[in-house]
């Protein structure tokens, strides 16, 4: 007992199982269990539980691993198994035994139990033989009366049907009056069988008569249908009656959508009155609230037209939702026609805001049609449009003001600095233009509505293009006034403009002072504002790095400040070309004044700086005379004409040969400098003016033959410029050295280089001084 209780309880449970096995089972060897040679092959200790145990092997294994204490210990253990499992198996056979017993008893007592039914059973089948007899007896007696009493009832029936059809016209007009169309149409389509079996016979007048009032009942359901007064639940009803009345409903569904189409023409009628709406004013003092309510209450009412005909005609969603997106088309066509116009940012968030909320309404009655979506993606076009309708205006508002000076500086209005007017209106214009549109930008921004504020990313992006395309746009203008063909440039009315104008001077150097404020003033202030309009999300900025479009505006100023030089210049170039074709310089006169030619020179030379004050500013660099030149400020072939030398001498030929001398010498000096760089200063355009008139005065020099008095009278028109260009030249060694240049070239191309004297150029030039002062105070006089 006391090793039973060493023993688990599995093991236990196990060996039970085992033995009840082995004694249920005729057939010792269990199916899956291995080969007694495999067994065999891979033996342990634990193969005693098994069907194949081999006792020898068994043995043979234990006495090899077990020492003698080990083979006691298990010879102790297996005797009290033993006497375990007999007392078991004793046990187990005791319990079937008993089980045995008891069924036996049972199947006896069932025997007993079931003698005395069988008697019971024979006398029920009798009891209900006698039943089904007397059963089939009274059905014989009474089928005659049951026959005879069903052919009534059916008889009665008939004639119930009968007079239905005669009492027919009266109830459907009884219907009528008391407006009970679904009791009609429950009558007529009752009594509808019986019209088609003997309608033209029978019951030939009571089928007209009630055709008749159908008629009626129709006609008086199909303007339910289209009465807007009635509930939806009633004209739908309407609609399902017409149905059962085989009416052909899908004709009044046509025109039905055709009235809905017909509202929504007049609904965009209304709606043009709606664009002067202010925006956040309260509508008792609003005095267009009026227009808005009535719009508001006819988008309602165009609202519930749509629940109806849905409610009414099932499966009409995509025709409802085609005309949904009508509805919304029709209010964007509405606002592009007010961008084009050029709509304040004031009055498109007002339409936005009515539009936003006539599409919230109608998304309750039709979501299947997605309207937020649809307007959004036409509100993204609108919004995009608008911002470049801005900037094209921005655009062409500054085009006009140029368009007008430029017209002012061509007759010489009545304005006393045209060109500085048209320079700070020019100004003006682009700052101030600019300034307007980004606080129409700013608004738009701010704004809060649901439809905004999915569209604020790329309307700051579409900004960040607009100025960058503006400024880019305004650069390509402001070529192609100036003349320069600009193939990329795509604004056709401003081509058009400027086709067949010829630009003034005066205008190009406004250009060129204006080009140069865009680039200083106007980009940098722009950038500041538009970093300052991202305050509330997104990044605003020039797209592109705001250094480029400065040096675009820089190079254009440079461009049009060296094709003003150029346009003054060649003027001047046509007066010299003048001057030396019209004498004949081999015969020419003894000279007695300066030539009248210096005269327009220097009214040209004084149109010039007058331009130049009204735009340029002042330079700070101080004269660059003889004495502090870096070079040589003396001219190596106009000296020796000074030197006493020269004047000595009569014999041509040794006053050429001084000159070749001179030349020679020249070219061992220092090189002076003769054109700088140009800069945006009244001084740096006067003088550069006046060294390519000069050097232009050189080339014409050098394409004529002269006489000794031709060469005197270019040496004397020569001293008295140099008289009168050292006052308005920054560079006046620069000047000296060109005009000496131009002495030399003459004295080269004549054929008696014999100079003038210097008292009597003195004289000469000072006389001409006199008579020009004299001139002037005449003019001041009148």
């Not at 236990?12 to 096995?21: E, G």
């Not at 050295?737 to 004295?747: K, Q």
């Amino acid at each position: 007992m006391e090793v039973e209780g060493a023993l688990p309880m599995d093991d236990k449970a196990k060996r039970m199982r085992d033995l009840l096995s082995s004694f249920y089972t005729p057939d010792q060897s269990i199916p899956g269990s291995p080969p007694h040679n495999t067994v065999s092959r891979f033996a342990t200790l634990d193969t005693i539980n098994t069907t194949s145990f081999d006792a020898d092997q068994y043995m043979n294994l234990l006495v090899q691993k077990s020492s003698l204490e080990g083979l006691l210990q298990k010879h102790v253990e297996m005797a009290a198994e033993i006497k375990n499992l007999d007392t078991d198996l004793q046990m187990l056979v005791y319990e079937n035994y008993n089980k045995f017993i008891s069924a036996t008893d049972t199947i006896k007592k069932m025997k007993n139990n079931i003698v005395g039914m069988e008697t019971n059973m024979e006398q029920l089948l009798e009891k209900i033989t006698s039943v089904q007899s007397r059963s089939d007896g009274v059905n014989t007696s009474l089928f005659e009366k049951r026959e005879h009493i069903e052919k009534l009832h059916r008889t009665r029936n008939l004639l119930r049907k009968v007079q239905f059809i005669y009492d027919l016209p009266t109830r459907l007009q009884k219907c009528i009056k008391s407006e009970a169309y679904a009791d009609a149409v429950k009558f007529y389509t009752g009594a509808t069988p019986i019209f088609k079996a003997y309608g033209d016979s029978s019951f030939l007048d009571c089928k007209r008569a009630s055709e008749e009032a159908v008629s009626v009942i129709i006609k008086n359901l199909q303007g339910l249908v289209f009465s807007d007064s009635e509930s939806i639940q009633a004209r739908a009803e309407a609609v399902i009656l017409l149905k059962k009345l085989d009416f052909p409903v899908e004709n009044l569904k046509v025109k039905l959508f055709e009235k809905l189409k017909q509202f929504l023409v007049d609904l965009d009628l209304e709606y043009k009155e709606l664009t002067n709406v202010p925006v956040n004013v309260d509508e008792s003092t609003n005095p267009n609230s009026a227009s808005t309510t009535t719009h508001e209450a006819s988008v309602h009412e165009f609202a519930e037209a749509i629940r109806a005909y849905k409610a009414i005609f099932l499966h009409s969603e995509p025709q409802l939702c085609n005309l949904g997106q009508d509805l919304v088309k029709k209010h964007f066509e509405a606002i592009n026609q007010q961008i084009k116009k050029h709509v304040r940012s004031a009055d498109l968030l007002a339409m936005l805001r009515i539009i936003w909320t006539d599409v919230l309404l109608m998304d309750e009655v039709l979501p299947e049609a997605s309207l937020p979506d649809f307007a959004l993606q036409h509100a993204r076009v609108a919004i995009k449009d608008y911002t470049c309708s801005t900037f094209s205006r921005l655009l062409m508002n500054i085009a006009d003001t140029l368009k007008k000076y430029q017209f002012t500086v061509k007759e010489e209005m009545e304005e006393e600095y045209p060109l500085r007017a048209a320079l700070e209106a020019s100004k003006k214009s682009v700052i101030q233009g600019s300034m307007d549109a980004l606080m129409d930008f700013r608004l738009l921004l701010d704004e809060n509505p649901e439809l905004l504020l999915k569209l604020r990313d790329l309307t700051i992006g579409w900004v960040n293009e607009g100025f960058q395309g503006f400024f880019r746009k305004l650069d390509g203008y402001f070529l192609l006034l100036s003349g320069k063909k600009i193939t990329a440039f795509q604004d056709v009315h401003l081509i058009e403009e400027t086709q067949g104008e010829k630009i003034s001077a005066g205008l190009v150097l406004v250009l060129a002072q204006l080009t140069l404020y865009i680039e200083q003033t106007a980009i940098p202030r722009i950038t500041e504002e538009l970093a300052s309009l991202s305050a509330g999300g997104g990044v605003l900025g020039l797209a592109t790095d705001p250094a480029e479009i400065c040096r675009i505006f820089r190079s254009s100023g440079e461009s049009f400040l060296h094709l003003y030089i150029k346009m003054r210049t060649q003027k001047i170039s046509v007066l010299l070309k003048k001057r030396f074709a019209a004498p004949n310089w081999v015969k020419h006169k003894e000279p007695r004044e300066v030539h009248m030619f210096v005269d327009l020179l220097r009214q040209e030379l004084d149109e010039i700086r007058s331009e130049v004050k009204q735009i340029l500013p002042e330079g700070v660099t101080h004269k660059h005379r003889r004495n502090n030149s870096n070079g040589s400020t003396t001219s190596s072939r106009s000296n020796p004409l000074r030197d006493d030398r020269l004047l000595t001498r009569s014999n041509t030929q040794k006053a050429r040969s001084q000159l070749l001398e001179s030349h020679l010498a020249k070219l061992f000096k220092q090189k002076m400098e003769i054109f700088t760089k140009v800069e945006h200063t009244q001084e740096s355009v006067v003088t550069t003016i006046v060294k390519l008139s000069l050097k232009s005065f050189q080339e014409f020099v050098r394409l004529q033959t002269f006489n000794r008095s031709g060469f005197q009278q270019i040496q004397l028109d020569i001293h008295f410029l140099r008289t009168t260009l050292k006052d308005i030249t920054e560079d006046e060694a620069a000047v000296d050295f060109l005009l000496d240049e131009v002495i030399v070239s003459s004295a080269e191309r004549c054929l008696d280089a014999n100079p003038l004297e210097p008292p009597v150029m003195d004289r000469l030039v000072q006389a001409k001084l006199a008579k020009t002062s004299e001139q002037g105070g005449d003019e001041k006089s009148k």
